[in-house]
Structure formats: structure tokens, C-alpha cells
């Protein structure tokens, strides 16, 4: 029998509240959170604006789990270090935002974080032929970037499927992340298929009590 994968839940701080964004990460943490999802917009890759490395900088402190900064940028090498320096542990990037995907996985390693490729729903996953050896993390977007609180896209399942095998076949220890539109409700399904690391950003910042959907996120992946 295989042995339970390890499972990490990575709230996204896009639905919590900004006014409030020391204390929101440090509760988020103290209910459970294993991560904390950064969603960084620059309205031109995606159509919205959120936040930068002074934000980042500005968190790190409040909390000691990771920072999985997800950019949503186009370019994407200039703002790397930056994010780097402000405490970011895990970069991930959308290949068509870089001219030289090689390079800029290459700069976030030489910058001391792991590394990460992000495909849209509509991004064919061939990105990842070559670069295999040089990936931390993948993360399928089961949404369309740009926005919290959209559906879960199902066609993303089978595109789980194919990455968990690719990332088998590798033997590297990759994580496999997925984001948008993650619940209580699909999440086992969502780990069923092959993902270890689940982004959720409404379905717990949109909720009074953290705890609650993080313990509720929890029993169902121990279902899954
Ligand atoms: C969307 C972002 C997501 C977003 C997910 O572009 O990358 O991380 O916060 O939000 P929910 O969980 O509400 O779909
Ligand atoms: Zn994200």
C-alpha cells in the first residue's frame, strides 16, 4: 500500500483582508495553513493589480511557513530578486510571460528559492519537457488567472493526471500544486487525481473561522 502523500494546504491572502494583512497571516497559520499563497497581478499579463515585494517584505516577519509567490507579471526576470530579498521562498511564473524559460528558473534558483512553472487552463504542459530538472514545484491553474472566487475549471483533473505521472516518471521530488476555485467540497477529488499542494483562497478567507475549513480541507483529503 502506498503511504499517505503529504499533503499542504496554501491559503491564498488574494481574499483576505488588506487592511488587516499581519494579523490575517498569522491567524491563517495558527488554523493550519502550511503556506501562504502570494498572488502578485500587474494588469498586463492578467487583467488586475494586487501586490508587490513591499507587501511580501512587509508580511515575512508575521509568519515562518513559506511564501509561495505565484507572479502573474510580464516580464518576469526584473521582479525576481526583488521578491527574493523580500523573503519569498517558492517563485513560480507563467512560461508565456518569459522569453527564456530556462534563465529565469535558473535566476530564482541563483536567487535561493525553489522554483516553479504555472500553466493556465488552455497552456499545453510541453513547457515542461526540458526543464524538468530544474523544477520545484508545478502549478496548474484551474482557473483563468486574474481573480478569487471563480469555478473550478474539471477539465484540469486529467491535467493533474498527466503531471502527477510526469513528475513519477522523474523521480524528483516535485510538488504539485493546483489553484482556483478549490473547497471543501473537490478537494479530495483534486487530491485523487494527483495533487499534494491546494491554493484556496475564498473558500477560507471568505469564512469567519479559518480552523474550520482548514480542519474540514483536512478530513477530506484523509478521505481521498
Ligand atoms: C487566481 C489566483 C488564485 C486565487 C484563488 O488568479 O492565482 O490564487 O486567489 O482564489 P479562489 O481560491 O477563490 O479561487
Ligand atoms: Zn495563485
Redesign the pocket.
Known amino acids: 500500500m502506498n503511504a499517505m502523500p503529504t499533503y499542504r494546504i496554501a491559503p491564498?491572502i488574494?481574499?483576505a483582508d488588506f487592511a488587516r494583512l499581519g494579523e490575517e497571516v498569522r491567524n491563517v497559520v495558527i488554523a493550519g495553513a502550511d503556506i501562504i499563497?502570494f498572488?502578485v497581478?500587474d494588469n498586463h499579463y492578467?487583467p488586475?493589480l494586487t501586490i508587490g515585494p513591499l507587501v511580501c517584505e512587509a508580511i515575512r516577519p508575521h509568519v515562518q511557513v513559506p511564501i509561495d509567490v505565484?507572479l502573474?507579471v510580464k516580464p518576469v526576470d526584473r521582479i525576481v530578486p526583488d521578491f527574493a530579498k523580500a523573503g519569498a521562498n517558492i517563485i513560480s511564473f507563467h512560461p508565456e510571460a518569459s522569453e527564456h524559460v530556462d534563465r529565469t528558473l535558473q535566476l530564482i534558483h541563483d536567487n535561493g528559492c525553489k522554483a516553479g512553472l504555472v500553466f493556465n487552463p488552455a497552456t499545453p504542459l510541453h513547457y515542461l519537457e526540458h526543464v524538468m530538472d530544474k523544477l520545484d514545484l508545478i502549478l496548474l491553474?484551474s482557473?483563468?488567472?486574474?481573480?478569487?472566487?471563480?469555478s473550478?475549471i474539471p477539465e484540469t483533473l486529467k491535467k493533474i493526471a498527466a503531471v502527477r505521472k510526469l513528475i513519477d516518471q522523474s523521480g524528483r521530488d516535485i510538488m504539485l500544486e493546483v489553484?482556483?476555485?478549490?473547497k471543501i467540497e473537490n478537494i479530495a477529488q483534486v487530491a485523487r487525481a494527483g495533487a499534494d499542494t491546494f491554493?484556496?483562497?475564498?473558500?477560507i478567507f471568505?469564512k469567519a473561522d479559518y480552523k474550520t475549513v482548514i480542519d474540514a480541507m483536512r478530513e477530506e483529503l484523509a478521505k481521498a
Open positions: 491564498s488574494l481574499s499563497h498572488d497581478m492578467v488586475n505565484h502573474m491553474m482557473v483563468n488567472p486574474g481573480f478569487g472566487g471563480q473550478f489553484d482556483g476555485g478549490i491554493v484556496a483562497g475564498s473558500a471568505g
